[in-house]
């Protein structure tokens, strides 16, 4: 039998925790979103895990960790062109639809606006290395010759929706990217995502 007075305060103390954990800037982020604004970032959540789901079922879809790195780029390479076939038609704006990227952007918005937001911008333009800001759907994430990739803000992340295992965010000048990391490939993007 589950003991109610217990797993309620488990619950509140999880709540408390997860309040003090997010910045200033995501709680305002987070707080500020209307019920149908909601529905959209958690539509796209969805999108982003049926995404994965479709790229686990592929059958080049079986990287594991090598030291041979020639050989991980060759499997790396056989995903890349596994996903492409399996998207021909994959397009700017499939993820980041219009009402979308209207979310995506207050979101942002409100964080670079934020207490956050000053070290947010400091940590974006002391980050190394950056990445080149043109993007092509269903193209090779351009990371400069295998270059480390710049990692989002802990805070800008914080008032984004969470992605699935395999996916990821990266911000390049103004522009946000949707990364699929094993294909290293750009799924999506959003031009204009910071103010």
């Known amino acids: 039998m589950i003991d109610c007075q217990r797993y309620g305060r488990t619950l509140i103390v999880v709540a408390i925790v997860t309040a003090t954990l997010l910045s200033a800037s995501a709680m305002t ?16 959540a969805k ?3 049926a995404y994965m789901d479709k790229e686990h079922a592929l059958p080049a879809d079986k990287l594991k960790p090598k030291s ?8 790396r390479v056989a995903l890349r062109d596994a996903v492409r076939q399996s998207r021909p038609d994959a397009k700017q704006g499939d993820f980041f639809t219009p009402p979308t990227a209207t979310v995506f952007r207050k979101i942002l918005a409100k964080t670079m606006a934020g207490p956050d937001g ?3 911008r400091a940590s974006l333009r002391h980050a190394e290395p950056e990445a080149p800001m043109k993007f092509v ?4 994430y351009p990371n400069r010759q295998g270059q480390p990739i710049q990692s989002m803000p802990p805070t800008m992340l914080q008032t984004l929706p969470a992605l699935p295992k395999g996916l990821e965010y ?3 000048g103004n522009t946000l990217a949707l ?6 490939l750009v799924v999506d993007y959003l031009p ?3 103010p």
Do not use: H, M, Y
């Open 29 to 44: 982020a987070i707080q500020a979103l209307s019920p149908q604004e909601e529905k959209l970032l958690d539509d796209f």
């Open 47 to 49: 999108n982003a895990k």
């Open 68 to 75: 041979d790195i020639e050989l991980l780029e060759k499997q």
């Open 118 to 120: 000053a070290k947010i």
């Open 137 to 140: 759907v269903n193209g090779d």
């Open 170 to 172: 990266s911000i390049a």
């Open 179 to 184: 990364r699929d990391t094993n294909a290293n």
């Open 192 to 194: 204009d995502a910071l």
